[in-house]
Nanobody
Framework: QVQLVESGGGLVQAGGSLRLSCAAS????????MGWYRQAPGKQRELVAT???????NSADSVKGRFTVSIDNAKNTVYLRMNSLKPEDTAVYYC???????????????WGQGTQVTVSS
């Protein structure tokens, strides 16, 4: 089994900062990339930022210059540092991991359960 567990969400005032963490564990053979998505009420889930195990990143225009994604390959953990938060960043943030499970030898994307980020104005 593979599990992704997020932490670090919460309530913060506009202009503040938060750091989200997501640790993958279980029967992992190899992780190729990890990332963060978010879903606000009434909206579709959208990309926030992704990173490969080699460190290549991709992020949404709305968060560039404010959010930084990083990865610790030794810990199978991805981080999202969020600065200059805005009320429109309020959403449930989900992490995912593109990995191979050694039990099944199948490669697919796994998702965490989500963590709430609320930014007050």
């Amino acid at each position: 089994q593979v599990q992704l567990v997020e932490s670090g969400g919460g309530l913060v005032q506009a202009g503040g900062s938060l750091r989200l963490s997501c640790a993958a564990s279980g029967t992992i053979f190899s992780i190729y990339a990890m990332g963060w998505y978010r879903q606000a009420p009434g909206k579709q889930r959208e990309l926030v930022a992704t990173i490969t195990r080699g460190g290549s990143t991709n992020s949404a225009d709305s968060v560039k210059g404010r959010f930084t994604v990083s990865i610790d390959n030794a810990k199978n953990t991805v981080y999202l540092r969020m600065n200059s938060l805005k009320p429109e960043d309020t959403a449930v943030y989900y992490c995912n991991a593109d990995l191979t499970d050694w039990r099944t030898n199948n490669r697919r994307v796994y998702w965490g359960q989500g963590t709430q980020v609320t930014v007050s104005s």
